[in-house]
Every structure is written in structure tokens, then in C-alpha cells.
């Protein structure tokens, strides 16, 4: 019998994004001039509101626990925001709190899969899907579209369903794409779950920022079934839209029966969310929204930006990103091996960006443009020095002149 670490242990990697996040804090603590184009988080200060809630609640200087399924004026103000962002009626039993959103999936996952159960998920994904369903003990399986790379058809969702598939992800908009999928995707995609009776995890995470003038489908518009007997389960978050990535607070909406085994397991897990981020979430949920569209605007702009600094690079594929602050290009005509090019870019031009390979798609990279414009266009030159052998040759990094001498 082995007396070292779990199975599991060795089954499960590192968070590549979070790992990437460490690497480029240390090399800029080290004054190396990296431009960081791999961040998953807004660059924006978060609601005055939130901080005034979090800072009452802290100034009373007793912070104790709280019910496993969050704090009742922070349910309050998710079935408030469920009604106006959804136009849904929902209830205290079908909401629960969790440490982000990532706790949520993972919690409202291990509530549903048993072992050796399928969870279906399109390519590109976001990377904990994988890691998360084989930490559920459940098997992964991805859809890979075929046509728009970055949106499946019902068809290839049907197709990979089995006797084995217990639920479907779906994270639209989308990380790593910036893709929004249709209403007519999302209206059948409820619908498919409803009469094959499988789980919706509906990951909503960007859903407030979308661009064009467009918005997210609303799945709820499209569900049948009452709530109570219902398998749809909607994730949301503050981290994206209110820039409080660090409070660490999300909420899975669903059934009372699924809201219940959550809190449960929750409730053994990490007893609950931690409350002064709790209160921190009801100043932003119940303040007001103009930051969010401040936020908004700016992402749009950047992205803007990205794609005209994108638009005449020789042999790239850029498509345009609907919403989150994710451009995903494919730069396979340069190197297929996302994370050798990614690696080359960071030692050659001090850019850091993300391996599509960790997002179920090789050959690509995904840049985001959640900081500052000037890293975006300083980032996008940079890459462009460092490949096109038509840029000229010589750049300026760090207040270094470097020259060019592979391409
Ligand atoms: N879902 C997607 C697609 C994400 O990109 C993220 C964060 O990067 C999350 C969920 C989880 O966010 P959080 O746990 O910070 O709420």
C-alpha cells in the first residue's frame, strides 16, 4: 500500500493561469520590464460601497462564522440582483454563497457527480473545468467544435453525450475566446437538458461585461421547468464585474435540493465564505451599478485596441471577442506549441501571455487586455518584434535597445 500522497494528488495540476500570475509578479519585483498580457483580473478599484459595508462590519472588531450558505443580507441581495439581471423570482433556498465562483462549480460539482460520471464541456475551456471534474471524481470530456472554433453546435454537444453524462458546463462568455454563444445555442442547450434530464452548470461569470451593444442570453428565459425541479444551476461572481477578485466571493442559484447538498458540503469544506468579503459583496450588489459600466466601457476600448494593434499582423487569426477581456489569436502559421511560444515570448520580448494548450486549444494564446491600454499596445509590438520577420528589428525594452537576430 502506498504510503505517499493521493491518487488525486498526482492527477491534479497546478492552476497554469495562477502560476503564470506568480511568475510575473516575481520578475517584475525583480525589475524585469514584463509586460503582463496573461492577468485574469480588472485592473479597477471596486465599489466605495463594497469597502464601506466591509469596513462597518470590521469596525465592530468581532468577525465570527456565519451560515454555510452566506449571510442573509448578502442572500438578499443576490435574489435582488437573480430578479433584475435575470427577471427570475428566486427564493433563499435556492441560493447559496461561496468562496468565488470557483468554489461554487467545484462544490455544486461534487454534489452531482459520482465516480466515473461524465461532465461535458466545449473547448475552448476555462482551465479549472478538467482538474475540477477529476477532482469530483468524474471524467472530463470535451466538445470540440469544428466549425467556429469557438462555438459548438448542439449537434457536437448530442454527439458526445452518453448513458455516463451526468451535466454540461457552459462559460459564456467565454474564457479564453472572449465568444459569446448564441441565444440559439443557450435556448437549446436547456432545452436538451431539460428532456435528457442533465445538469446546466451555466458558468455566468463575464456576463456583465459584453460589448457591441450586445448582452448575454438569459437561460432562464429558456427553462420549463419550475425551479424546484429543475437542473439548471446558474454561477456568478464578483470578482470580474466589480474588480473584487481578492474578496473571494461567488453564488450558485439552483434548486433547492441542489442549493441544499451544496451548503452542505460547504458547510464541511470551509464552514462559509468569509464574511467581511460577504460584506463586502452587498455594498457592490446593492450600490451603485455606474462602475460596472465604467469597467465595461474601458474593457471595450482595450479590446479596440488589441484588435487594431492585432489587425495587420501577417498570419495571425484573431477573431473578434464579444465580451470578458480576452483576445484569443491563433499563431499557428509561427509555432504550433503554445507553451514554447509563450516561453520564447516571455524570454525574447518580456511579454507574458497565456498557452491556449492549457485551454484545450494548442496553437493558441490568450492575451488579455484587463490592464493598462499602453500594456496592450506596448505587449502586441512587442510580440510582433519578437515574430514577424517584417517589423523592424530593433525595439526598445526596459529603456534597452534589442535587436532582433533569429527572424
Ligand atoms: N469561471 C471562469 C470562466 C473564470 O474565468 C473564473 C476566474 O477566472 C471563475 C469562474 C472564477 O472566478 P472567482 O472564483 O474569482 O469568482
Redesign the pocket.
Known sequence: MSKGLSRMAGAIKESP?LKLNALAASLIGKGEPVIHLGG??PKAQFPPEALEKCTSYLAKREVSYAPPSGIPPLKKAIIRYTEKTYKKAVGNENVVV????????MAVLHAIVDPGEEVLFPAPY????PEMVTLAGGVPVIVRPQTDPFRPTMKEVEDQVTPATKGIII?SP???SGAMYSRDFIAGIVAFCEARDLYLLM?D??NRLVFDGQSAPNPFDFAKKPLEQSKLVV??????SYA??GF???WAVGSPELIKAVSNIQSQQTSCASVPGMWAAVGALEGDQSGVEALRRTLEGNRNVMLDCLKDFPGLKVAKPDA?FYCFPDFRAYEKDSAKLADFLLEKARVLVVPGREFGMDGYLRLSYCGATGDVTEGVARIRWALDPRAPKEITIGGRKVVRDWA
Do not use: C
Open positions: 493561469t485574469g483580473e461561496s468562496v468565488g465562483g470557483k468554489q461554487a462549480i476555462w482551465v479549472s473545468f462559460n467565454n474564457n479564453p458558468d461569470t463575464y454561477i456568478n461572481s464578483v470578482s470580474k473584487m477578485t473571494r466571493i461567488g470578458t
